[in-house]
């Protein structure tokens, strides 16, 4: 799920008890509304979507056949597969995020046959190229990142490696990763949802998976460090939720995830200094 073009919040595909799932969606506000665009990107779960001026990128995921490495763009009336000269090999829960500062599209790390992954990409409008950064994150899957607009910062958070489950915090500066030491930060995962809240100018990042079990606590990132959110109704614990800034309305919207013991189709958002409410039923 991003935040897109003409003020939309978009969600697509994702998995279910029925299986891998290829529809598109439309936040409004108070209602979600399914789109039929002539032509979709296959039936998919764990891709990563983000919005760039002027496009929605979708890429890789996983379907029945295995792990996928097509480009897609959603031009707010249909979708269109890409053909770039170059594409990261086929992956699924893969972070990827817009930068406006540097004008970035930022691919890094996720998961196939081979393993976790830490390689990083850049999305430049219309290829891929494989940046050669200093530092990197470990290889992982399913981080959790996006752009901090009150801070400026691009910022990566936690994941799954091949044998542990992290709880550190990066940054990104257009050319090289810088790990971050903040006094107290959320507890290691995997599968968080993070999101810009724009109603309160920070990140919100909420549950997730950990060896402990799956989590429902709320952390905000105010630039330099991460504080626990008590906020009065929270969504149950949950991993592999949609969360997106909803810039036109205020504040983010998160919808479904997973609780280990079925899926879920319900939808929060905040509403002034209630942190989240809800939720709608689709």
Not at 105 to 117: C, E, Q, S
Not at 255 to 265: A, K
Not at 266 to 282: A, E, H, P
């Amino acid at each position: 799920m991003t935040y897109g073009l003409v003020g939309q919040v978009m969600l697509f595909g994702g998995v279910n008890s029925g299986g891998v799932l290829n529809d598109t969606w439309i936040w409004g506000g108070t209602n979600w509304t399914q789109l039929t665009p002539s032509t979709s990107p296959n039936a998919r779960s764990d891709h990563a979507m983000a919005f760039r001026p002027g496009q929605i990128i979708l890429f890789g995921g996983i379907d029945a056949a295995g792990f996928l490495n097509d480009t897609w763009s959603w031009d707010g009336t249909n979708w269109t597969q890409l053909s770039p000269a170059t594409s990261p090999p086929a992956r699924a829960a893969h972070a990827m995020a817009y930068n406006p500062v540097t004008d970035q599209m930022i691919l890094f790390g996720g998961v196939n046959f081979g393993g976790p992954l830490t390689d990083t990409w850049l999305w430049d409008g219309a290829n891929w190229t494989q940046l050669s950064p200093l530092n990197s994150p470990d290889a992982r899957r399913g981080a959790a990142m996006t752009f901090d607009w009150a801070h400026l910062q691009m910022v990566l958070f936690g994941g799954q490696g091949t044998s542990d489950t992290f709880n550190d915090t990066w940054l990104w500066d257009g050319t090289n990763w810088t790990q971050l030491a903040p006094p107290e930060s959320p507890s290691a995962r995997d599968s968080a949802a993070i999101a810009y809240d724009s109603a309160h100018e920070q990140l919100v990042l909420f549950g997730g998976t950990s060896p402990g079990g799956i989590l429902d606590d709320t952390w905000a990132w105010g630039g330099t460090n991460w504080t626990q959110l008590n906020p009065p109704h929270s969504p149950s614990a949950r991993y592999r939720s949609a969360m997106a800034s909803d810039l036109v309305r205020g504040g983010f919207v998160l919808f479904g995830g997973n609780d280990f013991g079925s899926y879920l189709n319900d939808t929060w958002r905040i509403s002034g200094d209630v942190i989240f409410v809800g939720g709608f039923d689709l």
